[in-house]
């Protein structure tokens, strides 16, 4: 392609900043280059094709192909390839999506606010609580409750919300303000002989601390994603939101749930919100919104906190916020058609009725050595990779277990995505089959005897 001086790997290493990689090993490894894809499959430059369980970034829902989607693109880049939103100018897509998205919504929903990834919405998030209690004036109601093991994006404000402290070493962050309360892995931080409920109100409990010592009328907002993604796709232990959710209420703290994954049907329901009784004030979404085929996102708002907004933008003059890709014509266009696809192929449906054969698979895979427990919901869950099964003790980093079963993944064609809390997570396409996700275990569990193979010998 083109008229280029050396090999696409050796033009990637000097010139591809990639996220998420050894930026000095990049430099002798190089890339691995995907060309192409089809259903659940993608196929690198040699050809070699790989099963991904993951949908690329927990976000390809409808698979690497999708000619009905591209001729809408097409059509609506012919139509109107771009026009703004700012300053009161509008478009068709923009109005039809946001519309969609108030009609669908888990429960009732004022406004939308289009954004371009999930960041930008978690990030816009903030603002609009700081901007609602401001409004009210109670401008010291500024500090943000997240959880250890969630991950929120990567713009400064929701990475100090992102529970991890591998993503702010050297950044001089998580910011004043953006406080961890704690994770919510029950296999491995339950105590022994500790209920699901009785840990979940241990994780209660210790919110309710949290806030009382930082004062309630220091809290502007609470962010939680409804199953954990960065954490290994976690479930949330029985009775948990329930208990938060009264906490929330009982000192007036905004509820902001993180649907960027769990939204379009990825729990068996449009929206985890719907799978774990929630009832947020704000939403944001990305991701599935658009299958990933275009970058959109969205942030919808709630009447009490719209209300605000609208009186504040009034005092001030305007609504002071907004990026020049917001509701982008040709990604809303793509977006609504992706959703009159999930809305025709009944995608909750769907997946509802492949969660018992995916959840099976993992499973099984817990006779493997390796393998200490397994959990999810719908099509988005995980399996807890453990040294030793009696204590549940993780691997020492320095036998790179998650490097090497990345490696084993590779050579067997499935990509699987091993996460820092040594779960491997699973969110696969939602247009798997049966027969894939069996795949998806046989080539897992072939994977995981190749690792531990090559952990015996070194
Ligand atoms: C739960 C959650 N929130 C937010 C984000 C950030 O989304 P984006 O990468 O589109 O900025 C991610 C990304 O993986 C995510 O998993």
């Not at 070493?169 to 309360?181: D, M, Q």
């Amino acid at each position: 392609m083109g008229n280029y001086a050396g090999t696409d790997r050796e033009r990637d290493i000097a010139s591809v900043i990639h996220p998420q990689t050894n930026l000095l090993n990049h430099l002798k490894d190089g890339p691995s280059i995907i060309t192409h894809g089809e259903g659940v499959y993608v196929f690198d430059e040699e050809g070699n094709r790989f099963l991904d369980s993951g949908a690329a970034l927990w976000c390809a829902s409808l698979g690497f192909k999708n000619e009905r989607v591209a001729k809408v693109a097409y059509q609506a880049m012919q139509q109107l390839p771009y026009f703004q939103i700012f300053r009161g100018y509008s478009h068709g897509p923009a109005i039809d999506l946001s519309e969609r998205l108030l009609q669908i919504a888990p429960v009732p929903m004022s406004k939308v606010l289009l954004q371009c990834s999930g960041s930008e919405a978690n990030d816009s998030a903030v603002k609009l609580a700081w901007y609602y209690w401001n409004g009210l004036g109670k401008p010291k109601k500024r500090k943000i409750i997240s959880r250890l093991g969630s991950y929120h994006g990567s713009t400064c404000v929701a990475i100090s919300m992102t529970g991890n402290a591998a993503y702010h070493k050297s950044f001089g962050l998580p910011f004043e303000g953006f406080l961890h309360t704690e994770g919510l892995n029950y296999y491995r931080d339950a105590r022994p002989g500790e209920t699901e409920e009785a840990f979940s109100k241990r994780l209660a409990d210790s919110l309710e601390a949290l806030i009382l010592k930082e004062g309630p009328e220091t809290i502007a907002a609470f962010f939680a994603d409804p199953v954990q993604g960065n954490a290994g796709a976690l479930p949330p232990p029985a009775g948990y939101f329930e208990k938060v959710q009264a906490i929330l209420k009982k000192y007036d703290i905004l509820f902001v749930v993180d649907e960027v994954i769990c939204g379009f049907g990825r729990t068996c329901s449009m929206w985890g919100s719907q799978t774990y009784d929630l009832e947020p004030d704000l939403i944001t979404c990305a991701k599935g919104l658009s299958a990933a085929m275009l970058p959109i996102s969205a942030l919808l708002i709630n009447e009490r906190v719209f209300k605000v907004m609208a009186e504040e933008s009034d005092r001030i003059g305007v609504f002071v916020h907004g990026f020049t890709y917001a509701g982008h014509p040709v990604a809303s266009a793509v977006a609504l058609e992706v959703l009159n696809i999930y809305r025709e192929i009944d995608i909750a449906a769907r997946v509802k009725s492949l969660e018992a054969p995916f959840l099976a698979m993992l499973k099984s895979l817990t006779d493997h050595p390796l393998v200490g427990d397994a959990s999810g919901v719908g099509l988005l869950g995980g399996i807890e990779i453990v040294a030793d099964k009696e204590t549940r003790r993780s691997f020492d980093p320095r036998f790179k277990i998650n490097a090497l079963i990345d490696k084993h993944a590779q050579k067997n064609g499935i990509i699987l995505r091993t996460t820092p809390a040594y779960r491997i997570a699973y969110s696969p396409p939602l247009i798997i089959s049966e027969d894939e996700i069996e795949e998806m275990g046989r080539l897992t569990r072939k994977t995981l005897d190749g690792a531990l193979n090559e952990h015996r010998k070194a």
